[in-house]
T-cell receptor, first 111, second 113 residues
Framework: DAKTTQPPSMDCAEGRAANLPCNHS???????VYWYRQIHSQGPQYIIH???NNETNEMASLIITEDRKSSTLILPHATLRDTAVYYC????????????FGAGTILRVKS | EAQVTQNPRYLITVTGKKLTVTCSQN?????MSWYRQDPGLGLRQIYY???????DKGDVPEGYKVSRKEKRNFPLILESPSPNQTSLYFC????????????FGSGTRLTVV
């Protein structure tokens, strides 16, 4: 059911920016892009979401291409604690809409 | 602290012995959901509830029951557990029910022997 494609894994040096890509070429006009992460076997943690415009919060930035067919999650200064599986999810902003998780990207931050 | 609390964190049980995994949230959220996570299969929704006394099946509901008698609690019941229900379970809640607002519990690792 997952409507997104992400690379299986990525490495990043500690202190550098981590750029995680996501393809969602079949996204509908009113579907949002959401990012969650899961550290080890903990519960997934919400990071950020957006519709068309780029978004930034205290954790990350989300860059969505103009055609909305792909996006990039940016962790500006990755730390070892950012090592996790990152999930890119597309879905409607409607009550009761479930999260459909794909395989995600394993991000390894190395010192 | 706003949180979703699951109990127990770890459970080993035998086939056929009824068990309940509890889930409680202190955020007055209407929407609650259960997921299971298995290697190679990712996270899959079991059941969800949009409010008190309103529950519905997710993608993998077979072998599970839920109830929502109170807003804060959403227990997951396995009437007759089988080894294929060995998994990592997560409860989640949301005020809006939208994908951007989920808070997940810490998980329950269940082993059925």
């Amino acid at each position: 059911d997952a409507k997104t494609t992400q690379p299986p894994s990525m490495d990043c040096a500690e202190g550098r920016a981590a750029n995680l890509p996501c393809n969602h070429s079949t996204i509908s006009g009113n579907e949002y892009v959401y990012w969650y992460r899961q550290i080890h076997s903990q519960g997934p943690q919400y990071i950020i979401h957006g519709l068309k415009n780029n978004e930034t919060n205290e954790m990350a930035s989300l860059i969505i291409t103009e055609d909305r067919k792909s996006s990039t999650l940016i962790l500006p200064h990755a730390t070892l604690r950012d090592t996790a599986v990152y999930y890119c999810i597309v879905g409607y902003m409607e009550y009761g809409n479930k999260l459909v998780f794909g395989a995600g990207t394993i991000l390894r931050v190395k010192s | 602290e706003a949180q979703v609390t699951q109990n127990p964190r770890y459970l080993i049980t035998v086939t056929g012995k009824k068990l309940t995994v509890t889930c409680s949230q202190n955020m007055n959220h209407e929407y609650m959901s259960w997921y299971r996570q298995d290697p190679g299969l990712g996270l899959r929704q079991i059941y969800y509830s949009m409010n008190v006394e309103v529950t519905d099946k997710g993608d993998v509901p077979e072998g599970y029951k839920v109830s929502r008698k109170e807003k804060r609690n959403f227990p997951l019941i396995l009437e007759s557990p089988s080894p294929n229900q060995t998994s990592l379970y997560f409860c989640a809640s949301s005020s809006s029910g939208t994908a951007g607002g989920y808070t997940f519990g810490s998980g329950t690792r269940l082993t059925v022997v």
